[in-house]
Nanobody, 115 residues
Framework: QVQLVESGGGLVQPGGSLRLSCTAS????????MGWYRQAPGKQRELVAV????????NVATSLKGRFTISRDNAKNTVYLQMNSLNPEDTAVYYC????????WGQGTQVTVSS
């Protein structure tokens, strides 16, 4: 069974940056469109960004464009989310999954933006 392990979260001041990583077990990682999702307290989980299996196509939520970038390294079974100019509204637990959320959810990684 595929397992997803997210890491890289933490406490950061407004205006700061973080790079999240998600590593997947299994040998067929590269065939999946992968996505980053987030869930803020009291809110539904939302899709933040997606990247095609080969990494050639990406899409970031409109409100986050220019600040968030998604990338992947299929040799490492890892997908990344670079987050810049963070603000308190970005505080959430961040998860990765396929673009259709077809895999079991990992535990996520907490991102807290606060001064």
């Amino acid at each position: 069974q595929v397992q997803l392990v997210e890491s890289g979260g933490g406490l950061v001041q407004p205006g700061g940056s973080l790079r999240l990583s998600c590593t997947a077990s299994g040998s067929i990682f590269s065939i999946y469109t992968m996505g980053w999702y987030r869930q803020a307290p009291g809110k539904q989980r939302e899709l933040v960004a997606v990247i095609s299996g080969g990494g050639g196509s990406t899409n970031v939520a409109t409100s986050l464009k220019g600040r968030f970038t998604i990338s992947r390294d299929n040799a490492k079974n890892t997908v990344y989310l670079q987050m810049n100019s963070l603000n308190p509204e970005d505080t959430a637990v961040y998860y990765c999954n396929t673009g259709r959320a077809a895999m079991p959810w990992g535990q996520g990684t907490q991102v807290t933006v606060s001064s």
